[in-house]
């Protein structure tokens, strides 16, 4: 089992930037890939990103594609959501997401542990 945290959420301006973190603690020494989600009122669950156990392969969201980005630690146990010129239709509940594998999906079923999730909101 794998437990994920995440840290770096808030209230952020329209067009400013925000790095969300996720530490994952337990069976870290398997290869497992990391991935963002979010989730705001009345919408159905959004894929973000998501980065491969090397760090070298990353996938990201259509919505967030030029804007967001992330990375791994050279320890592999935390992932960085980078986000810059945030909308206000970025508000929502951010969750990361691991899945045990190497390689990164858009895919949340394929996710088998998941963080509380952190609020982002981003105002006009």
């Known amino acids: 089992q794998v437990r994920m945290v995440e840290t770096g959420g808030g209230l952020v301006q329209a067009g400013g930037s925000l790095t969300l973190s996720c530490a994952a603690s337990?069976?870290?020494?398997?290869?497992?890939?990391m991935g963002w989600f979010r989730q705001s009122p009345g919408k159905e669950r959004e894929f973000v990103a998501a980065?491969?156990?090397?760090?070298?392969?990353?996938r990201i969201g259509v919505a967030v594609k030029g804007r967001f980005t992330s990375t791994r630690d050279n320890a592999r146990t935390t992932v960085f959501l980078q986000m810059s010129s945030l909308k206000p239709e970025d508000t929502a509940v951010y969750c990361c997401?691991?899945?045990?594998?190497?390689?990164?999906?858009?895919?949340?079923?394929?996710?088998?542990?998941w963080g509380q999730g952190i609020q982002v909101t981003v105002s006009s």
């Open positions: 997401a691991g899945t045990f594998g190497g390689s990164p999906t858009q895919d949340s079923s394929a996710y088998s542990n």
């Open positions: 337990g069976r870290t020494d398997r290869r497992y890939a």
């Open positions: 980065i491969g156990w090397s760090g070298a392969s990353t």
